[in-house]
Structure formats: C-alpha cells, structure tokens
C-alpha cells in the first residue's frame, strides 16, 4: 500500500503549527506543513526537528492557484494522493486596522473562503477512501450569522444550499460592501466572522456532495479551535496546542466511524447549527 500522507496549511506558526506537532505523534504517515512563505515553512520544520518530530514542507499559498496546482501534482507524483487534509490557513485584520472595511470584506473572503474552495476543488479528486477532512472555522462564523437578517440566516442555514448558491452568497456580501449598503442588506460589519460562515456552511455543502462520491467513508467537517491565544488573537485563553485538539480528533477519525459528517465542532462536540430551531448558541464567541 502506498504511505499515507497529510497535509496542513498555514501551519508555520499558531494552530496550525500544533497541529502539525500532534499529527507528527499520532498519524501513521508523512505529514506536510505547509506555508506560504518558505523560509518561515523550513524553520518551522526545523523547530519541530528539534523536538524530535520529522514533519515534511511544501511551500503553499492558497490564494494562488498555480501554488495548489503544484502542492497537488507533488502529493499525486510522490503518493498517489492524499489521506488528511487540514485547511487552517487564514487571515484576519487587526481589530485596530486602518484598512478600509471595503478592502478586509474583499481580501478576508478572497482567502478565508475562497482560497480553503480552492485548496478543496484541487485535493478533493485525490483523496482516497478514508480520507479525512477538516475546516478551520470559527464561532464567530455562527454568532455572525445568528445576528444576520432573516434572511440571510435563512440561505445559510438551508439543509438544501448548493456550492453555487453559497459562492454566490459569498460574492454577494463583498459587492454590497462595496456598494455601501451590505448593513441594509442584513450582512454585519464583520469580514472574519462572515468568511468563516462561509467555511462552515462550504463544509456542510461537501459533505451532502460526498454523499454522492464512489470513494468509501471520506468524512468532512469543520471546527471551532477555541480561544486560542496567536497572532491573530493575542486575547485567548487556550494555548495553541489545546486549540488543536478538535481539528486533530476530526482528522484521525477511526476508518468508518460514519460520523460526525458535515459537521461544525467545537471541544470535539457538534455543534447544531444548520437547520431553523437546531438550539445554535449566539452567545459563545470564538
């Protein structure tokens, strides 16, 4: 049988860098950190070397497609496919940011969202049976939506939302920022917030898509990390290595665990969110 092989991304630093460290432990094959930058990506590794971890690099930008194409022509030459993918990497703005909110709607959601849709299309057709799937998202992807108008709430959190309708909603808040009136339109001044709805309602999308798929038990699912302290968020209370703790449980998964399935977890529960009077708690942040 060919190794099997995982890979992380935005994980030289944060998050994503511990769960780099605890698949290096506990999945019995290669384990790629990925980054955009590579002299980040290569210390990094090195670091973890130190620990007498052997993780592997592979430099990745999820907003560039030639960069995914590049990561997924490695993993099909080099292994035949993939067997765990962790879609970490993000970004976010300062609280304190000067940018306009114009700009954080158009560059959060162009990685945040689009670029984790990109990662999937390419690496989706190389996963093999069995594989596992997990999202990065964020509570406050769902405090965000339960504080939407009606009826966006209602679009996101329809059991029957295709890509198109969700790529759509996404393309939507941008443009209605640029228009000046996205708070008219029900949308919140929250480019995080939304991006990460987007993650979580995409998940729950790929995971019915799958439904459909001839390869045996792939299970996907996103998750909440917790109130980790990082760069992105200096104020949390977990250290990153507990905030890796349900992204890892979700892609160890045992073979035909069968669920959890399209789900958003968040202390390795799920967290009900999808459909109208599922109990969604608006008042737990991150």
């Known amino acids: ?5 995982a890979v992380v991304t935005g994980a030289n630093k944060g998050i994503g860098l511990a769960i780099v460290r605890a698949l290096c432990k506990d999945f019995d094959g290669d384990v790629y950190l990925t980054a955009r930058d590579v002299g980040r990506g290569q210390q990094a590794v090195q670091d973890l070397e130190k620990e007498n971890l052997h993780p592997k690099f592979h430099q990745l930008d999820i907003t560039s497609k030639e960069s995914i194409g590049k990561l997924k022509d490695f993993l099909e030459k080099n292994f035949g496919g993939l067997d765990v993918l962790v879609n970490n990497a993000a970004i976010a703005y300062k609280v304190n940011s000067t940018a306009p909110f114009t700009e954080q709607a158009e560059v959060t959601v162009a990685c945040n969202f689009f670029g984790t849709l990109d990662v999937c299309d390419a690496l989706f057709p190389v996963l093999r049976p069995h594989s596992r799937v ?25 059991s029957t939302l295709i890509r198109s309708e969700l790529i759509a909603l996404m393309n939507q808040f941008v443009r209605d920022v640029k228009a000046g009136n996205h708070e008219a339109e029900g949308w919140l001044t929250r480019a995080y917030g939304t991006s990460k709805l987007g993650v979580i309602a995409l998940t729950a999308v790929q995971a019915r898509t799958m439904a459909g798929d001839s ?24 250290t990153p290595d507990q905030g890796a703790e349900t992204p890892v ?11 959890p399935q399209g789900e958003f977890l968040g202390e390795k529960k799920v967290i009900p969110w999808l459909i109208d009077g599922a109990g969604m708690n608006y008042n737990t942040y991150e």
């Not at 390869?215 to 977990?238: F, Q, Y």
């Open 249 to 259: 449980h979700l892609a160890l998964l045992p073979v035909n665990a069968g669920k």
């Open 134 to 158: 997990v999202n990065v998202a964020s509570r406050r992807g769902t405090i965000t939506l339960g504080k939407m108008g009606k009826e966006l709430v209602s679009k996101f959190r329809s």
């Open 1 to 5: 049988m060919p190794k099997e092989v």
């Open 215 to 238: 390869r045996e038990d792939i299970l996907i699912n996103s998750c909440c990390p917790g109130l980790v302290a990082t760069d992105m968020n200096p104020k949390g209370t977990k």
